[in-house]
C-alpha cells in the first residue's frame, strides 16, 4: 500500500480500498505539524526520545512483557470503590489488548521492536508498548515527521539498543493502543466490525490527531455502511462536524441524515412535496385498519418536526378542501335519501378532523374555524341523515370546540358565535352517538372546550346559549353534554358579581352625599362677595347629584 511519502510497508500489507482517497489527504487533509482539530484535547507530544547503551541491558530483561504501571500514591488510597474498580477493569482490558496478537503479528512483540512507547493519562495510567519505527513512520504523518527528525540525532549501534518514546496527556490509552494496533493489521475495516459506532469515533478522533490515513479511512467507511441507533445519529454527525472531515468522505456518511449534505442545499420543495404525497396517500388510503395507523405515524412525525418551512399552509387548506367537497357532497346525497356512498361520510369527516389536528398543531386552523362555521347549508340537512352515519361531521365540531378552549384558536367573537349558531344544535343531537360509538373520545375534555368557548362570548349571547342548554339538559341529560361549570360560571358573572357591582355603586353615591355635605359646611364658613359665586356653588353640588344618582340604575 503507498502511504503518505512515498513509503511502502515491508510486512505483507497488501493493497486496501482507501487508494481513491489519497489524493484528498495529500492535499492537505491533516497537516502533521498542526494540533489536532479537536482544540479542548493536547496534541500528542513526543516528551523523552532517548539512546541510551547503559539502559540496554535493563530493558532487554523486561522486554517478554508489556509494562503497564499505575502509579501508587497515599491518595489513591482513599479512592471509592467505584473509582478503583473502573480503573482495574481499564487495566484489564488493556492487558488483554495488548497481550492479543494474531499468529504473524508483530504488534507489541519485544523481540523485532526497535522503541519503547510510553502512553500516560491524565487520570494517572502509564502503559508500555513495543512498537516498530517502521510501521509508525509509515502509517502516521504524525510519526513521520516526530520521530524522522528526533532520530536523525542519534545514532542506532545495534539491534540490542531501542529507542524510548513517551507521549503524555492521552484522553483514553486504550483507544490509542487499539488505533495504533489496526497499523499493524492486514484487514482495518474487518477489525473495525468488532466495535460499535462510539468506539469507532473515538478511535477516528485519534487517527485524525496522529495523521493515520488509512484508519480514518476505515472509520469512514465502517460509520457509511454501519447501522446506527438514533442515540448514534448526534454523536456521529457532531463529531465529524468537529473534526471537519466533510471534503474527505464525512459527506457520504452524513448523507443518510441530512439532505443538505447529499443536495448541497436543502431543497424545501422537495420535502413539501413528499409531505404532501404521504398526507395524501393516507387520505385516499383503502384500508381502514392500517390508515388509522399511518394517520397516528404522521401526525406524531409532524408534531416533532413543526417547521413551517417544510409544509405551507396552503398545501394543508389544499388537501382540507378536497375532504370538505367530497363530505358535502356525500352529505347532500345522503339528506335526499341517496345512500349509495353514505359510508364517504364518515371517512369524509375522519380525514377532516385529522387534518384539523395538524392545523391546531401548527396554529394556522383559524381559516378552517372561519369556513366550518360558514357551512349552514350541511347544518340545515344535518337532521335528515341517519344518525348513524352523521355523528362523524360533529366530531369536527367537537375538535374545534376543544381548540376554542384551551386557546389554540384565536378568532373574532362573531366567527365563535356563528359557529355555535351553525353547529350547536346539530352538535347536541349527535353527542350520544359520540359518546357511545366513536373511540377514543375524550367527552369531558369535549365538555369542558365548549364551556370555555361560551364564556368568551359576550355576557348576553353567554345567557341565550346556556339558558336554551339548561332546557334540553334537563329533558335528555344522557344525549347532552354537561357544561355545568360553564353555565355556574355565567350565574355569577350574571346575578352574583352584577350585586357586588349595585353594592360598589350604591356606596359610591353615599360618599359623593357625604362630600357634598362638607362642601356645603365649608361654604357657610366663607363669606362670599357677590350673588354669582353663591349661583355658581349652587350649580356645582346641582350637578354632582345628578351625575350621583343618574349613575344609580336603580
Known amino acids: 500500500m503507498d502511504f503518505t511519502g512515498g513509503k511502502t510497508l515491508s510486512n505483507s500489507h497488501s493493497p486496501s480500498s482507501f487508494t481513491k482517497f489519497n489524493s484528498a489527504f495529500t492535499a492537505g487533509l491533516l497537516n502533521p505539524m498542526s494540533p489536532p482539530p479537536n482544540k479542548t484535547r493536547s496534541s500528542p507530544v513526543v516528551c523523552e526520545l532517548i539512546a541510551s ?131 499493524y493489521c492486514k484487514y482495518l475495516r474487518k477489525e473495525l466490525m468488532r466495535n460499535g459506532i462510539s468506539k469507532n469515533l473515538k478511535i477516528l478522533k485519534v487517527a485524525v490527531a496522529i495523521g493515520f490515513d488509512a484508519g480514518v479511512l476505515s472509520c469512514l467507511e465502517h460509520l457509511e455502511a454501519a447501522p446506527w441507533a438514533e442515540d448514534d445519529e448526534e ?39 413528499v409531505i404532501l404525497k ?37 398545501s394543508l387548506y389544499s ?38 389536528d395538524i392545523l391546531i398543531d401548527r396554529r394556522i386552523a383559524e381559516d378552517f374555524l372561519k369556513s366550518w362555521a360558514s ?52 352538535f347536541y343531537e349527535d353527542f350520544g352517538w359520540m359518546r357511545r360509538v366513536s373511540k377514543g373520545v375524550d367527552t369531558h375534555l369535549i365538555e369542558d372546550g365548549l364551556s370555555n368557548t361560551i364564556l368568551t362570548l359576550p355576557l348576553a349571547w353567554q345567557r341565550e346559549i346556556l339558558l336554551a342548554w339548561f332546557y334540553r339538559f334537563l329533558n335528555s341529560s344522557e344525549n347532552c353534554p354537561n357544561i355545568q361549570r360553564g353555565f355556574e360560571v355565567w350565574w355569577r358573572r350574571a ?23 362638607h362642601i356645603a359646611r365649608i361654604l357657610g364658613a366663607w363669606k362670599l362677595n357677590s350673588e354669582l359665586s353663591y349661583w355658581l356653588i349652587a350649580r356645582l353640588i346641582i350637578d354632582s347629584l345628578v351625575f350621583s344618582f343618574s349613575s344609580c340604575p336603580l
Open 53 to 183: 547503551s547503559s539502559n540496554i541491558h535493563q530493558r532487554t530483561q523486561t522486554k517478554n512483557q508489556a509494562l503497564i504501571q499505575v502509579p501508587i500514591s497515599d491518595p489513591r488510597q482513599n479512592q471509592t470503590p467505584t473509582v478503583i474498580d473502573k480503573r482495574a477493569l481499564t487495566m484489564q482490558q488493556i492487558s488483554d489488548l495488548l497481550s492479543t496478537r494474531s499468529p504473524g503479528n508483530k504488534f507489541n512483540d519485544p523481540g523485532s521492536s526497535d522503541i519503547k512507547l510510553t502512553l500516560s493519562s491524565k487520570d494517572g495510567i502509564s502503559v508500555s508498548m513495543n512498537v516498530h519505527k517502521q510501521i509508525l513512520v509509515a502509517h502516521s504523518r504524525f510519526f513521520e515527521v516526530k520521530l524522522s527528525d528526533k532520530l536523525a540525532k542519534y545514532q542506532w549501534n545495534g539491534s540490542a539498543e531501542e529507542y524510548m518514546v513517551e507521549i503524555t496527556d492521552c484522553d483514553d490509552v486504550e483507544v490509542y493502543i487499539e488505533t495504533l494496533r489496526l497499523m
Open 278 to 314: 404521504l398526507l395524501h396517500v393516507v387520505l385516499e388510503g383503502k384500508d381502514e385498519k392500517a390508515r388509522r395507523e399511518m394517520k397516528g405515524l404522521v401526525l406524531k412525525m409532524l408534531r416533532e418536526n413543526s417547521s413551517p418551512n417544510d409544509l405551507r399552509k396552503e
Open 375 to 426: 357551512q349552514s347549508e350541511l347544518s340545515d340537512v344535518h337532521s335528515k341523515v341517519p344518525a348513524v352515519h352523521r355523528h362523524g361531521v360533529s366530531r369536527v365540531t367537537a375538535g374545534l370546540f376543544v381548540g376554542m378552549g384551551k386557546g389554540q384558536l384565536l378568532v373574532p367573537k362573531e366567527v365563535r358565535y356563528m359557529l355555535l349558531q351553525t353547529w350547536l344544535v346539530p
Open 495 to 517: 346575578f352574583w358579581q352584577r350585586n357586588v357591582l349595585l353594592y360598589a355603586e350604591q356606596r359610591t353615591i353615599e360618599r359623593d352625599m357625604e362630600a357634598i355635605k
Open 235 to 273: 454523536k456521529v454527525t457532531c463529531a465529524l462536524a468537529e473534526l471537519r472531515l466533510q471534503n474527505v468522505g464525512a459527506g457520504d456518511v452524513l448523507k443518510r441524515v441530512s439532505v443538505e449534505v447529499a443536495n448541497g442545499t436543502g431543497e424545501v420543495g422537495d420535502n413539501e412535496q
Open 319 to 356: 388537501a382540507c378542501d378536497g375532504c370538505l367537497e367530497l363530505l358535502r357532497h356525500h352529505f347532500l346525497l345522503a339528506a335526499s335519501s341517496d345512500l349509495q356512498d353514505v359510508s364517504q361520510i364518515a371517512r369524509q369527516a375522519d380525514n377532516l378532523h385529522w387534518m384539523l
